[in-house]
Each structure stands twice: as C-alpha cells, then as structure tokens.
C-alpha cells in the first residue's frame, strides 16, 4: 500500500513557505491550507484504493483517523511555529468516534482541546489558529476547550459529554492533562453512576430507533442510526465499557460478557458495517447514511456480491446486511441479560427492550422454571436432554404470554444444530409450533423471537431461505420473513377485534371461518416461496402441500391454504385493477373462488399482506376496492345474482334518481334521461347520479361547457373530481396530465360520454392531507389546474418536461420490463389493455395520449402503482364501439403502448 501521508515532506514545505512568505501571515495561511489538503486527500485516495481493493471497513476508518491525526500535528506545528508562536501547555484529545481511532470519510472531526489552568489565553490562540485551518479545510469540527474540571463539571450533569469522554485518545500535548481527566472522570463519575447511564443509553436508543424506522429489517436500512446498525454497536460498548470500565472490546472476553466467539461476531460486524458505511461516503462524496435503492446496487458490486443461485448480486449484498443487524440484535440481547444480572440495568428498561407481557400465574411450564417473570431453563442441558424443548420454549412463552428471559435465548443459540431432520419430523414439536401459530395473544412475539433465536429458519427450512431477503423494489418496505410476521400480527389483531372500525368488513368475517388453522397457515406461507426461479404463487401451493401435513392439517385444510398461497395476489390484482362495475370481471372472480369461505378467507388473507407491505400502502380507497369485489362476488356464490333483464335494471335505476329530484319536472327528467347511453345507468351508484345531475343542470343553466366539482372522503383515503366538458380524443389524457403537473396520483378514472356530446369523467386521486380542509384546497388548486389545461391556457406537455427534469431516473436503479396484454375475454363489451412497466412523471398522459392517436376510447382506467412498478388497466373500444379484434390492429397497440416506456421516448417528451 502506497504511503498514507508523508509528515516530513509537509514539514519540509510548510518550512520552506515560512520562508518565502516571510511575516505575510495570511499569505502564509492560505498556501499552508493547500498543503494540508493535498495530504488530506491523498490520504483519503489511498484509504480508498484500499477499501475499493478489497480491504476492509474498519482499516479504512483507522487510515483515515491516522491521516487525520498527522495533519492535526503538523497544523499544529505550524501554529505554534509560524502562525502565533507559543510554549502553551495543551492536550489535543480525540474523541467520540473519531476517539475510537476510526474515522468514516464524511464524518465529523470530534476533539477536546484540553487545557491547563496556567497560560490559558496563550492556549486558546493556539485552539483558534488551529480552528481557523480546519475550517478553511472544509472540515466539519465538533470541538470543545476546556480545563479538566469543566469537563468533569459538564460531564456530570450532561449524558452526552459523558458519553464522548468515554472514547478519548492522545493526538498530542501534554498527556498528563488526559490521564488525569482519565482517572478522575472513573473514579468520581463512572464508577457509582453506571444505571444512570445505562438507563439513560437504552432509552436514546429506543427514541433513535423509532426515528430511524422500529424494524432492522427496512429495505432502505440507516446503516448508522437504523436498527442493528453502527450506533446500536457504539451503544453496546459504551454501556459495556461504562459498566465493566474496560478501555476496549476485546476486554469483554476476560470481564466474562463475550465468548471469543462472540467476540468475534462484534468484530465481523463492525467491520462490515464500517465497509458499507465508508463505501457510501466515498461513492456519494457527503456523509450519507441510508442505504438507498440507487447506492444498494452500486455497494453490491463495489463489495463483490455476484449473482448466485438465481438471486442477483444485490440481494445476496442486503441478506448479509440484514443478517449483520440480526447479530447486532442478538449481541444486545447478550449484553443487556448481563447487565440485568450485575443490576446495572432497571427492569422497566428491560422490559421496554424486550416487551413487558401480562403477568399471570404460569402454567404448564414443563421442564423450564420462572425468573423474574420469565420463563428460563432449569439446566443447561434441557436441549441436549430433549431437542422438542427447543420449540416447547417458545410454546411456553407463548401460552403464558410471558417473555423468555435472554439467558435461555442465548442457551438457544448455541443450540441450534440440534435441530435437525428428527426433530422436524417430530409430530409433538409440530404440534407445539402450529398451536404457536394459531395462538393470536401472541403468535407474533414467539414468532419473531423464533426467528431473532434462529430456531424458525431451522425448524421450518423452507422459512430459513426467505430470512434476511429483501427484494429489490420500491413496493415492499420489509424484509421477506418482517412482512410475513407483520401479517401474522395483522391477522391476530383482526381476530381479537382490534380493527372493527378500521376493517368492519374483514373484523365481521374473521369469526364465521371454519379453517382458521389453515388460514394462519396460508398468511404464513403466502411469500415462503420468494427468491425461486418460479412463480412464488405456484411454488408457495406446492410447498404449503408439503408443510401442512406435516404440521398436523387434514386433506381439506391443507388443500384450502394450498389454494389460499397460490391464489393471494388475485383478489388484489382484480379489485385495483379491473372494471368492478362489469358483470363478466365479478363472475370470473366467482368461478376461481368456488364457495364464499374461499371468498372469505381469500379477503382477510388478502388485507392482512397489504397492510403488512409497509406504511401507507394500505388506504380507504383499497379496502372500498376490496369490499365491492366482495359483497359483488358473494352475492354471485349464494346464488343471489339479479335476474331483472338489463332494460329492467336501466328503468329502475332510472326511477330512483327520479324520486331524489322532487324539484325537476318531468320534461327536464326526461330529457336529462335521454342525454345517458343505458352503460351509465348501470354502472354509476345513486349518489354519484345525484351529484352527476346537479352538475350538468347547473352547467346548462350557466352556459358553461366546462365544469369541475370534487368532493373528499377520508375512510376511502381519495378525493374525487368530477369533470363536464366537450368530449374529444385527448380529454382524459389532458386531465392526467394536469393531474401529473399538480403532483396528484390518479388510482381510478370512469368515463362517459353523453348524447349530446359532453364528458362525464369522473378522475379518483389519493389524498394527501389528512385534514378534510387542507385536502380540499388542494383538490381546489388540481381543479383549476385541469380547467387550465383544457381551456388551452397552459401547455400540459411543456410543464411535464419541466418536472420530469427534476424526477429521479429511476431507470438507472430499476429494471422493470414493459409489458402489454390484451384481453378480449375480461368485459363482454370492451377490450382490456393491461400495461405495466417503470413507473414515472406524466407516465399516465403519454399512455392515454397514445391510446387516443390510436382512435380508441377509453371507457375507465384503474391505476395501480407498486412501488417503482406501474400497473395500468384500461377498457377500451375503437371509434365504432367494438373491441380491438384485428391481429395487426393489436400489434400496433402493443407497440405504440411499449415505446412510450422506452428511454428515448422520454427522453423526446423531456428534451
């Protein structure tokens, strides 16, 4: 490795400086600056080849911490010599990470300019040149300068500085100034005040960690702050040191906290930790701690992560990052059962780490004991004895909603090889795990300790290969095996009545289910199977055939959660995607589901794996979605489907709306009757006829061929806006546009057409606000935006470009296939164009736009977005009504439709 910085040759030319600028002071300064930079950089240069070469992240951090060391000296130097000459009697200290000896790219310089009761004011010119270099350096400084007894001082009544003392290390000066802060700050502070500060630490972290994300499993991970990462190691040794007061990690082995084992476990993950973390600095050139999609891909290849086994390179890189922060857990849990035991750790601030339960009397504990309030082993050769206790464990925590105390957890991890092929053919070991499963007080929490444990990736294999799986969407926020326990707690919440308000539907349903055994099951098992080269769906059936005889299920339930896994994402792709309103999508749905428990365990499953998906995906409008394909579907399976012919149903419709505008006579009624083709009549509820009617009868009363309205509904999550104007080619694609321009997510638009030549459209968006009067305005302002568009006033393409500049390039991240599929089959009236493809601004007017110059009508549109992933349905018919039909005429479709996704279209449309 090439030398990190060469001290002598920066002495020689900040001497020879000295000389050429003579007492030019500021001359002086700012070459010597260049000097200093120069080497800086270099430094930097080398500790990245090295890094890039394959070295590791903690030998990063040390060269850069050296490098850092050396220029502070020769600042220094050139201070005391050049600048403001001086015999002051300082200690420079490093401290809080950069006192650790490791240094990321992009981090702060933390010091502690400490200094003697004599000569102070001589000192502090000397800390003020110094300063003044650092800065003009660019260099971000945490710095403090203060005697040894302000440092005591401020370190007694603030946990911060208390904190950063405990990582101090010699740069230069007088070093008997920091022994003596060192002596002193053990003996009068650490030594009689280690719960205070232990208490103090864990509840930072718990504020840290709510802020960052609750989860280590989040797919876009703050390496630093997030859970399972940096910090959380910083805090495990600075509650370690604190408490044992040792000087390093390696001190925890001979103070009996750490095995050499797991000894070795804190260093692997420290060092990974710091190579991703370096990585990130120096690929993004700032101090930037989240992991994203765009830098994920990037440090797969940088830390040589390839393809394997059909999982791409960036997957395998997110496991090992996700597997790193599961051992950061596990190394929490070590240190804070040690700490718990030497009472150096309140038990209310235990319990907030690992979950306070319901105290109880215990019961059939069988071979485990209870200590204090948990459930523990009574040897520590119970799983040698009997490798079924391994998952009796749990059963016991569980049926007693007691926690487990960590001693028992970690017993559990050093004996995890036990659990093998016997012990997964054990039908009692079954037994125990599925009545865990079933159990809604607390399937979740046994669960996840389970999985933290490792028990669960071993017993149940199949889980074991999702464990740590991200996938490399926008879509999913979690984890493969986070999302599915978050399901689990979904349900178990649904069952014990925690959602009767949120979710009426799903709460009324989940008591009538005969299979709940087969039911959890399926939430289970419903992503077991991702990461295979197959169909999930398909691949998951197979596996749930193989699982749930296994655990104890009969044919029927085990056919019924076969069916449920294969079938978990028909019920969504159908409700978000397709024309509810169209008998032949309700009666399709029908013939797949068979018998209304399908239908009704199909939903439950259904709403469960939305909500878990991550925050803010599940909303009103989805759950309105999901009730109407419901109540739709089960009014077909009883058999209860309407047999008043289609005349029959136009006439009654007809009538109702008559009988809800008393004030209109009959002529106005009738002629308003014949300005809808019988399409409308069928397809729009009551109180959007209502609405429909007031609308154009003010329209027409006003001579104004252009109207908006909207209205807002925070149970369904959007806000609808309703638009009457002339009818021509371009009119839903102008009106997406505006949309697009004003920021607004289209997810539903209905269209027709009157007789005398007006459109109806009615355009669903999701809200943005949460305030019913904040949402309004908003709608107010999207509006006028689509009033503006189609008066001509603003070019809607023009302004797309002009946002589209500032979007990020999600392409150069994703890679998501364009797709087009036409299906005749869907609707008996119109042809049903599915386009899906990578999701970006005005991505909804450029597909309405090309419909449009294809001379097709648009009858309605469901949008759905999965991420970076866009899923777009339209009904649609050619100029004389019929569907598109002709060979050549849908090939030009799919063509036309694929090139608006292609780079150079975009770039066209955003030159």
């Not at 660019?138 to 401020?154: I, M, P, Y």
């Not at 995906?617 to 109407?628: A, I, M, P, S, Y």
Request: charged content about 25%; some cysteine.
């Amino acid at each position: 490795m090439k030398a990190l910085i060469d001290r002598a040759g920066i002495d020689a030319k900040i001497a020879g400086l000295a000389a050429l600028h003579g007492d030019n002071i500021q001359s002086l300064r700012k070459a010597a600056v260049d000097v200093f930079a120069d080497a800086l950089a270099h430094g930097a240069a080398v500790a990245r080849a090295e890094l890039e070469s394959g070295g590791g992240g903690l030998a990063c951090g040390a060269h850069l911490a050296y490098v850092e060391d050396e220029v502070l000296r020769a600042i220094h130097d050139c201070v005391v010599k050049y600048i403001a000459p001086s015999q002051s009697k300082l200690c420079i200290v490093a401290v809080g990470g950069y006192g650790r000896g490791a240094l990321a790219p992009g981090s702060d310089i933390d010091l502690l300019f400490l200094l003697d009761g004599k000569g102070r004011a001589r000192s502090e010119s000397v800390v003020e040149a110094m300063l003044y270099f650092l800065w003009d350096l660019k260099q971000k400084v945490g710095h403090a300068t203060r005697s040894v007894e302000e440092c005591l001082k401020q370190a007694r009544a603030d946990m911060t500085i208390r904190t950063t003392l405990l990582e101090t290390r010699y740069i230069l000066g007088d070093e008997a100034l920091l022994d003596q802060l060192s002596a002193r700050f053990d003996q009068e502070i650490v030594r009689n005040s280690a719960p205070e500060f232990v208490q103090a630490k864990l509840t930072e972290r718990e504020e840290r960690v709510r802020r960052a994300g609750s989860s280590r499993y989040l797919v876009e991970p703050n390496v630093k702050e997030g859970k399972g990462g940096l910090r959380d190691l910083n805090t495990l040794f600075w509650i370690s040191k604190y408490t044992y007061r040792v000087r390093d990690v390696d001190a925890l082995v001979a103070a009996g906290l750490f095995s050499e084992q797991e000894l070795r476990l804190f260093h692997r993950c420290e060092n990974f930790l710091w190579s991703v973390r370096c990585h990130m600095h120096f690929y993004t050139g700032r101090a930037e701690e989240r992991l994203s999609f765009d830098l994920q891909r990037v440090l797969a290849e940088k830390m040589r992560f390839k393809a394997a086994a059909g999982v791409p390179g960036v997957e395998r890189f997110m496991k090992r990052y996700f597997v790193t922060a599961k051992h950061v857990g596990d190394l929490t849990n070590i240190v804070c059962a040690a700490l718990e035991e030497r009472q150096a750790k309140p038990r209310a601030m235990f319990d907030r780490v690992f979950g306070s339960l319901r105290r109880k009397k215990p019961r059939d504990l069988g071979p485990f004991a209870i200590e204090t309030d948990r459930v523990t082993v009574a040897s520590n050769d119970i799983f040698e004895r009997d490798p079924v206790n391994l998952i009796r464990l749990f059963w016991v925590a569980a049926h007693n909603e007691l926690a487990i105390h960590p001693d028992a957890l970690r017993l559990v991890t050093q004996s995890l090889p036990r659990i093998d092929a016997k012990l997964r053919a054990s039908p009692e070991a079954n037994r125990l795990f599925l009545e865990i499963l079933i159990n809604p007080q607390s399937n979740e929490r046994a669960l996840r300790l389970m999985n933290e444990a490792g028990v669960f990736g071993r017993f149940i294999t199949e889980f074991g290969r999702v464990v740590a799986m991200m996938q490399f969407n926008m879509y999913h926020h979690y984890t493969v095996d986070e999302h599915t326990l978050r399901a689990l707690r979904e349900l178990a919440s649904v069952e014990l009545g925690h959602y009767k308000t949120e979710l009426p539907l799903t709460s009324e349903l989940m008591p009538t289910i005969t299979h709940r055994r087969a039911l959890y099951l399926a939430v289970l098992l419903h992503d077991i199977a991702k990461g295979r080269p197959e169909d999930h769906s398909i691949a998951g059936a197979a596996l749930a055939r193989k699982i749930g005889p296994r655990l104890g299920l009969d044919d029927a339930e085990t056919e019924t959660c076969a069916w449920l896994v294969e079938e978990h994402l028909t019920m969504s792709n159908i409700a978000q995607s397709r024309d509810l309103a169209d008998p032949r999508t309700i009666q399709a749905f029908a013939d797949k589901v068979q018998t209304i428990e399908r239908l009704k365990m199909l939903a439950i499953l259904t709403v469960c794996d939305i909500r878990a998906v991550g925050p803010g995906v599940w909303n009103g409008w989805k759950g309105e979605l999901l009730r109407t394909l419901y109540w739709e579907t089960e009014l077909v399976l009883a058999g209860g489907h309407s047999s008043v012919d289609r005349k029959g149903r136009v006439e009654r419709s007809q009538r109702e709306l008559r009988e809800k505008l008393p004030a209109w006579s009959d002529p106005e009624f009738a002629d308003y009757v014949a300005r809808h083709y019988p399409a409308y009549w069928l397809k729009v509820d009551l109180p959007h006829k209502i609405q429909h009617a007031q609308l154009l009868y003010a329209s027409a009363v006003e001579l104004n061929s252009l109207a908006t309205e909207y209205t807002t509904d925070a149970f369904r999550g959007i806000t609808e806006l309703t638009v009457v104007a002339p009818d021509h080619p371009r009119l839903l694609s102008i009106i997406a546009g505006a949309c697009a321009v004003c920021g607004a997510n289209i997810v539903d638009a209905q269209v027709f057409t009157t007789a005398d030549g007006l459109a109806l459209d009615t355009i669903s968006i999701s809200r943005a606000f949460e305030r019913d009067e904040d949402e309004l305005r908003r709608a107010k302002r999207v509006a006028k935006s689509i009033e503006q568009a189609l008066r001509g006033e603003v070019r809607v393409t023009e302004l797309l470009a002009d946002k589209a500049k500032t979007a990020p390039d999600r392409a150069a991240t994703f890679h998501v296939p364009a797709d087009v599929i036409i299906d005749n089959s869907l609707s008996r009236k119109y042809s049903v164009v599915e386009v899906s493809g990578l999701d970006r601004v005005g991505l909804l007017h450029d597909l309405t736009f090309a419909l449009s110059k294809l001379n097709l009508n648009i009858a309605s549109a469901h949008i759905v977005t999965f991420g970076e992933k866009a899923v777009d349905a339209f009904y649609v018919t050619d100029l004389t009504g019929a569907k598109v039909t002709n060979p050549a005429r849908q090939a030009a479709l799919r063509r036309h439709l694929t090139e608006v996704f292609a780079p150079k279209a975009r770039a066209a449309k955003t030159a």
